[in-house]
């Protein structure tokens, strides 16, 4: 089994910076592929990027291209997601998600977290 627990959501104005974190616990975090998904109200669930195994491929949606990156660090079985230049449209909940897979994936997860919410202010 394995456990997924975000941190690090927040308000923030237009314009400005977050980190998420998604700490993985269980199963042998170099198992899976991970993404960051996001729900906004009224909305259905959207990928917004992934990263490989490695570490060495990584994916996004082209709403957040050049403004996100999604980064993992083995020693601490973290995954991140650096948000920058954010919008009023980036606000949603953001899930973390595990895929045990080479690539990441747009769809399929096994294990999700329970989401922590990003608001951003105009």
């Known amino acids: 089994q394995v456990r997924l627990v975000e941190s690090g959501g927040g308000l923030v104005q237009a314009g400005g910076s977050l980190r998420l974190s998604c700490a993985v616990f269980g199963r042998t975090f170099s198992s899976y592929s991970m993404g960051w998904f996001r729900q906004a109200p009224g909305k259905e669930r959207e990928f917004v990027a992934g990263?490989?195994?490695?570490?060495?491929?990584?994916t996004y949606a082209d709403s957040v291209k050049g403004r996100f990156t999604i980064s993992r660090e083995y020693a601490k079985n973290t995954v991140y997601l650096q948000m920058n230049s954010l919008k009023p449209e980036d606000t949603a909940v953001y899930y973390c998600?595990?895929?045990?897979?080479?690539?990441?994936?747009?769809?399929?997860?096994?294990?999700w977290g329970q989401g922590t919410q990003v608001t951003v202010s105009s």
């Open positions: 998600a595990a895929v045990s897979q080479v690539l990441p994936t747009t769809q399929g997860y096994d294990y």
């Open positions: 990263v490989s195994r490695t570490g060495g491929t990584t």
